[in-house]
């Protein structure tokens, strides 16, 4: 039988990498504008490890020569459906000469062809991505001098032109007075470009537990990034001590690729400084900082990094809570559909998280849809995650001012001089149209099961739903072995330190420091909701047997059981392994770890030992090399606090 939809409380597209620490960094009341946190740099010893030195480019494909001319007789000009870009900035014939073309509607049969000066017409081995936005991403290796035509070709003719001039050698970018000088503002073909790039930039296979870090491990990568060395200024390679750092943390990461791409494209940014202000509980946003402030190095890459630092001073996770009628802020709530959340979309969690959406997967061969996104976290490592309950939190009505999916403000150039576009103006704008406060009027249940319709339109096969749903759940446990492991690395360095325990809700969302890189709290309410999905999936399935698709001649009840012997088997099967006092190597059966629900509702203390953050009981073989406790104090509060967990719900704050 088939259903109307699944529920949010069973999507199987749900379970996905845990949700790390909150972001904190917020300045929750006036009385904290003062503060600034340290922004660790590539060379900060305590930090992140270096990325990797800069990947070899892959080979281009050879293009193919085509007969005819499809751009004789054509006047080589721009489209409003399609635009085309082209990187590096100053072409060179040391190439390569990236060709990218982006588009609101598919085009049949689309191609990059290009014509070279000596009147060769070529049609480029593309990457194209469905939408929205379409995109194409091709190259040519080695082009030569001279003037050269890009275009965009399908069934209907050449849809879009543009005209690029390769030169023996690049030129200099010139002085500016400014962080970097802008050379049109954003409209529809920037932010389709925005899209494509990001989507590109954090691909990964769907069943990949992808992350990366820190954050220009990506950009520095040749083959994700179509942008890199877009500058001419050695700005993505490793090697150069100079090279644009990208070091971020939850709340730093939207800011810092959107600041990184409007920097290349010569684009207008904007920073603002949000604050809660007393008696109020939404961050209010004033002192907009953009692009044309002061440059405090004469050079560009010193500039930009400094640039980078002061956004990361004073950026937070509150940043992106603004109310939806506020036009005073960096970004805005948009419309809930499939042609609104696209790729650079943000999503701010109530509870001090911010994501990037990266990719939409469409439903296939019988499995869930997925939306994906990505996150900065403490430690400085950017990882991908499923839309899900867990890592998309949403409430109504709250301290935490209004959660959500949402857009950076568009900034206009108008006369030389850059204006942000109020929520009314961007409603009415044509190659905006997406501003809507709908969200903020959602109940929880409401705003899911809309997003979960998108990701998934029609039902999947029961058993198919709890297949994806273990696999999640597993991947989601593998995730906090890699979390305790870092806060054991560093309790390895610090013998002797002690860890301050923040009080109340705050261990949830604290300022910058050991408690918010190695404490769990949101990590682990989030596995203790993700065990009540799965072990419940079965009774679900017999009570709502509308929710799925049940297969001919079976009834719901012998489903349910199917699924349940499944479950049992299943969770005894599949395993984990984490690294005991000592270094011996302890295995865990996942019905382990939901057997011990109980002990991680008191799990998250990076003070205790390894042995007690994943539930080992006193007196067992497990615990034997347990040496190192939280305080008496601090298990007094945890115990106070446990109530949260067991209740499977996290308090609010009281600021």
């Not at 330190?497 to 050991?514: K, L, V």
């Not at 057997?595 to 998250?604: T, W």
Request: hydrophobic fraction near 40%; glycine fraction near 10%.
């Amino acid at each position: 039988m088939r259903g109307t939809g699944i529920s949010a409380f069973v999507r199987i597209g749900a379970l996905a990498l845990a949700v790390a620490a909150a972001c904190g960094q917020e300045r929750p009341t006036t009385r904290d504008a003062g503060r600034s946190r340290p922004t660790p740099t590539a060379s900060d010893a305590k930090g992140p490890p270096p990325a990797p030195a800069t990947a070899e480019p892959e080979p281009i494909p050879a293009p193919e020569v085509l007969a005819a001319d499809p751009f004789a007789g054509n006047p080589c000009r721009s489209s409003q459906s399609v635009a085309i870009f082209h990187s590096p900035r100053r072409p060179t014939s040391a190439g390569p000469l990236r060709v990218i073309a982006v588009a609101e509607e598919p085009a049949a049969g689309a191609a990059l062809v290009v014509r070279s000066p000596d009147g060769r017409v070529l049609r480029l081995v593309a990457d194209a991505r469905g939408g929205p936005p379409w995109s194409w991403v091709g190259a040519i290796d080695a082009p030569g001098v001279g003037s050269w035509k890009i275009g965009v070709l399908d069934d209907s003719g050449l849809r879009a032109c543009r005209a690029v001039t390769v030169r023996a050698r690049a030129g200099g970018l010139g002085g500016s007075g400014v962080v970097w000088r802008v050379e049109r503002g954003w409209d529809r073909a920037t932010e389709n470009l925005w899209s494509a790039w990001i989507e590109r930039l954090f691909d990964a296979p769907p069943g990949q537990r992808a992350r990366w870090t820190p954050l220009h491990a990506v950009t520095r990568d040749p083959a994700r990034n179509f942008l890199w060395g877009h500058m001419g200024l050695g700005e993505d390679d490793a090697s150069n001590a100079k090279a644009i750092v990208l070091n971020a943390d939850c709340a730093d990461t939207p800011y810092f690729l959107r600041a990184y791409f409007a920097w290349k494209l010569r684009l207008p940014f904007q920073y603002s400084t949000c604050e809660v202000p007393a008696g109020e509980t939404s961050p209010r946003c004033t002192g907009p900082v953009t692009n044309d402030a002061p440059r405090e190095e004469p050079l560009e890459l010193d500039a930009m990094n400094r640039f980078l630092r002061r956004v990361a001073d004073t950026v937070h996770s509150g940043s992106l809570r603004t109310l939806p009628d506020d036009d005073a802020t960096d970004v805005y709530p948009i419309v809930l559909s499939r042609e609104s959340i696209r790729p650079g979309a943000l999503y701010a969690d109530p509870h001090g998280h911010v994501l990037v959406v990266v990719a939409w997967q469409a439903p296939r061969g019988g499995s869930s849809g997925a939306l994906w996104a990505i996150d900065g976290n403490p430690d400085r490592h950017v990882g991908r995650k499923k839309f899900w309950r867990g890592t998309f939190g949403f409430l109504r009505g709250t301290w935490a001012g209004a959660p959500g999916f949402k857009e950076f403000r568009p900034i206009a150039l108008e006369a030389g001089t850059l204006r942000a576009l109020p929520n009314g103006e961007i409603r009415g704008n044509r190659a905006y149209g997406n501003y809507s406060g709908e969200q903020h009027g959602l109940t929880p249940d409401a705003f899911y099961e809309r997003i979960e319709r998108l990701v998934t339109p029609t039902p999947i096969d029961a058993e198919r739903a709890f297949d994806e749903t273990m696999a999640a759940f597993h991947d989601l446990v593998g995730d906090r072995v890699d979390a305790v492991a870092a806060g054991e690395a560093w309790r390895a360095e610090h013998l002797d330190a002690t860890i301050g325990m923040p009080p109340g809700a705050e261990i949830f969302a604290t300022q910058a420091g050991p408690w918010e890189d190695y404490s769990t709290p949101s990590r682990d309410l989030q596995l203790l909701v993700a065990m009540d999905v799965l072990t419940k999936f079965p009774d679900v399935v017999a009570r709502s047997p509308d929710r799925f698709v049940i297969g001919a001649g079976r009834t719901p009840a012998e489903v349910s059981g199917a699924i349940r012997g499944r479950l049992d088997a299943e969770l005894r099967r599949r395993t984990v392994e984490y690294a005991r006092t000592g270094g011996r190597a302890q295995r865990l059966t996942l019905a382990d770890v939901v057997h011990r629900a109980p002990a991680f509702e008191m799990a998250y203390n990076p003070n205790d030992c390894v042995e007690v953050r994943w539930g080992a009981s006193p007196g067992t073989e497990e615990y034997t090399a347990c040496v190192r406790h939280a305080s008496a104090g601090q298990v007094a509060r945890m115990n106070l606090y446990r109530r949260w967990f067991a209740r499977r719900q996290r308090p609010p704050r009281t600021h």
